[in-house]
C-alpha cells in the first residue's frame, strides 16, 4: 500500500552519508495511567513486542506491509498508521526527505489498555532516527511517536510511547514539550494482566476518556495528588508495597472508567485478599493488572479469572514482568 504525504520537509536525503538504509526494531507493550498517574506514569512490560522493519527507498513513495498476529484489525492506510505517522514525524524534525517501505509485525494485542498502537509508533521513531543517524534526543522520539498514537487514537498518550522508548518506568514531567524521568527497577516483582471479553465501541480509547470527570472537587484533587505523591515516591524508593497502595488508590481515573468492566472493585477484593499489592485498570482497559510478589502470581491469576467467571464474564490472563529494555535494534544492514 502506497500513499504519498504532507509531513516531510523539502530537503532530499544523502544517500552517500548513511550508515545503513535498513532496520528493524522492536518496543514494547506497556501498561500506561498507572494509578493515580494518568497520562503521566507508565511502565514497559516484557511480554509482547511490535517490530517495525524499515528500509529507506531513493523516491518519495510510502509502502506499508502489516503482519498482524493479533486478534484484531490494524489501520493499514499509511497516513492512519501510527508507526508510519511517527517516523514521518521523525524526519521532519531532522529535516529530511525520503521514502520508505515499512514492515510492521504486530505482536501487542490491539484494543484491550496495552499501550498496542504505542508499541509501534514507539519502534518506528526509533528505527528512523537511528537510519537518519541517530542525532534526535529521546524526547524528540516520545513527541514523535505521541503524533502517531493521536492519529491512531486521538491524543499523544506520551505515558505510552515513553516506557516503550525507555524500558521501565517513566514519568511525563512536561506534556507540551516532552520531558521524561525514566527509572529502571531493580526489584523483581510480577504482574498479572486479565482481559475480561467485554463489548466494547470500536474507539474504545476515545469512549475511556469520554467517561472521564470534566472536573473535580479540591477534596478529590488532594487525595489524588498524595497518591500519585506515594506512587513516585514508591517508584523511586523500589518499595512495592507503596507502589501498589498507590496503585490501589485512584480516585479520579478509576471510579470513572471501571463502569466498562462488570464486577470490577468485586474482583479487585478478590485479588487483593488472594495477595496482590495493588489491583487497577491497565491504560484504557479493559484489561485490568495486579501487582504482585513473584511467587504470589500464579494463585493470583486463578482468582481474578475465577471471580470474573463467578460473574459470568469469560477472561484470560497471563503473568507479565516489567522489562527495563525499551525500544532496541533487532537488525540492521
Given at each position: ?57 531513493d ?10 498476529n ?7 492506510k499509511?497516513?492512519?498508521?501510527s508507526?508510519?505517522?511517527s517516523?514521518?514525524?521523525v ?111 470500536s ?12 472536573k473535580i472537587?479540591?477534596?478529590t ?9 506515594r ?12 507502589i ?9 481515573i ?60 469469560e ?16 537488525r540492521?544492514?
Amino acid at each position: 500500500m502506497h500513499a504519498n504525504t504532507k509531513f516531510i520537509s523539502n530537503f532530499s536525503l544523502d544517500f552517500s552519508t548513511l550508515e545503513m538504509k535498513i532496520i528493524e526494531v522492536s518496543a514494547p507493550a506497556t501498561i500506561a495511567n498507572l494509578g493515580p498517574g494518568f497520562d503521566i506514569v507508565g511502565l514497559a512490560i516484557e511480554n509482547y513486542r511490535d517490530i517495525v522493519r524499515i528500509e529507506l527507498t531513493d523516491d518519495r513513495s510510502i509502502s506499508l506491509e502489516i503482519v498482524n498476529n493479533t486478534r484484531a484489525a490494524v489501520a493499514s492506510k499509511p497516513e492512519k498508521n501510527s508507526a508510519v505517522v511517527s517516523a514521518l514525524t521523525v524526519m521532519e524534525f531532522a529535516g529530511v526527505r525520503s521514502g520508505f517501505k515499512m514492515k510492521l509485525i504486530k505482536n501487542v494485542p490491539v484494543g484491550v489498555g496495552l499501550g498496542s498502537s504505542g508499541a509501534s509508533a514507539a519502534a518506528a521513531a526509533y528505527a528512523m532516527n537511528i537510519l537518519l543517524g541517530g542525532k534526535l534526543p529521546m524526547e524528540i522520539l516520545v513527541k514523535s511517536a505521541g503524533e502517531g498514537e493521536k492519529v491512531a487514537c486521538g491524543s499523544p498518550h506520551l505515558d505510552n510511547v515513553a516506557p516503550s522508548l525507555y524500558g521501565g518506568f517513566t514519568m511525563i514531567l512536561d506534556v507540551n514539550e516532552p520531558e521524561i524521568f525514566n527509572i529502571k527497577p531493580s526489584i523483581d516483582f510480577s504482574i498479572v494482566l486479565i482481559t475480561p471479553q467485554v463489548k466494547l465501541p470500536s474507539n474504545k480509547t476515545e469512549y475511556a476518556r469520554s467517561l472521564l470527570p470534566g472536573k473535580i472537587d479540591l477534596e478529590t484533587m488532594v487525595k489524588q495528588t498524595s497518591s500519585l505523591t506515594r506512587l513516585i515516591i514508591g517508584i523511586i524508593k523500589g518499595d512495592l508495597k507503596m507502589i501498589g497502595k498507590a496503585i490501589s488508590s485512584d480516585y479520579v481515573i478509576e471510579p470513572a472508567r471501571s463502569l466498562m468492566i462488570p464486577r470490577f472493585y468485586e474482583v479487585k477484593e478478590a485479588a487483593l485478599k488472594a495477595g496482590a499489592l495493588g489491583f487497577s485498570l491497565s491504560g484504557a482497559g479493559p484489561s485490568v493488572f495486579a501487582l504482585t510478589y513473584p511467587e504470589d502470581a500464579e494463585n493470583i491469576r486463578r482468582e481474578i479469572v475465577k471471580k470474573f467467571h463467578e460473574y459470568g464474564v469469560e477472561s484470560v490472563g497471563i503473568i507479565a514482568k516489567p522489562t527495563l529494555i525499551g525500544a532496541r535494534i533487532e537488525r540492521s544492514e
